[in-house]
């Protein structure tokens, strides 16, 4: 296999049983062959989470152009990108946030992101790590009967709920900015909570920290469920966590896991940056798609209104 005109050893070396791989043997760039570009796709398919130590050569232009050979790279939905940049996000960066609640990233659009780009530049002596949760996995092992009740089940996920708020030790005035920020359009979007993987054909779940309730059930019970559904998610046997050294970068599988940051290294820095790749809206068993049904401005203007989804 070729990288940049030379022989790479790309090798996959898995971490957990269900999810997550190092690969070795790569220096990522926006100039790798093709055929590189794919093993790295394979690999994210079937692992869902993939890790590469030693790239400390990449700078915001360069990350980018990585991104670029994975697909179209989309900026944050709200929250503005990185000076200079199209798709950069600074993660515990400008808006001191911590995602510390179990998420896919930006579900509370319609077509989010396929796959995010994670590069880490400081990370604290001890604590910080990051991990992930394998909904394919999460899926194939409900019972019989809650297989039943989710394949019909539809969500409302909303960004009006913050999933990563700034940690407590930072001042009341940052933690309005940050909330300010992210919520300067509120999106409403329903999603069936099982689609199927466009790629894989799998069936994985459309969970986390932007669903608000589900469709045609109370509030209460909503709860309830999805307490239950997420617990089937987030079971460790599904999961990997990562140790960050400066220079990684993780890229996960958007469409088939969840993740979350682990806030317990207190005031010591921490600075990630991360690149999206943009995704199509979900498709559920029957052939339905997602759709935003509510988009509004901070001052409650709707922006764009569309019908119910599940109702199609």
Known sequence: MSTNGKESSLRVQPIAGRIGAEIVGVRLSGELAPATVEAIRQALFKYKVIFFRGQAHLDEASHEAFGRLLGDIVPHPTVPSLKGTRAVLDIDGSYGNRATAWHTDVTFVDAYPQASILRALIVPTHGGDTTWANTAAAYQSLPPKLKEIVNNLWAVHSNAYDYSVPTTRNSPEALKRYIKVFTSTVYETEHPVVRVHPETGERTLVLGAFVRKFVD????????????????????????????????????????????????????????????????????????????????SADGQPAESESSAAAS
């Open 217 to 296: 059930l109370p509030q209460a019970d909503s709860k309830e469920l999805l307490n239950l559904l997420q617990g089937y998610v987030t079971r460790l046997e599904n999961t990997v966590r990562w140790r960050w050294l400066p220079g990684d970068v993780a890229i996960w599988d958007n469409r088939a896991t969840q993740h979350r940051a682990i806030d317990d290294y207190g005031d010591q820095p921490r600075l990630h940056r991360r690149v999206t790749v943009a995704g199509e809206a979900p498709v559920s068993i029957d052939g339905r798609r997602s759709i935003t049904r509510k988009k509004e």
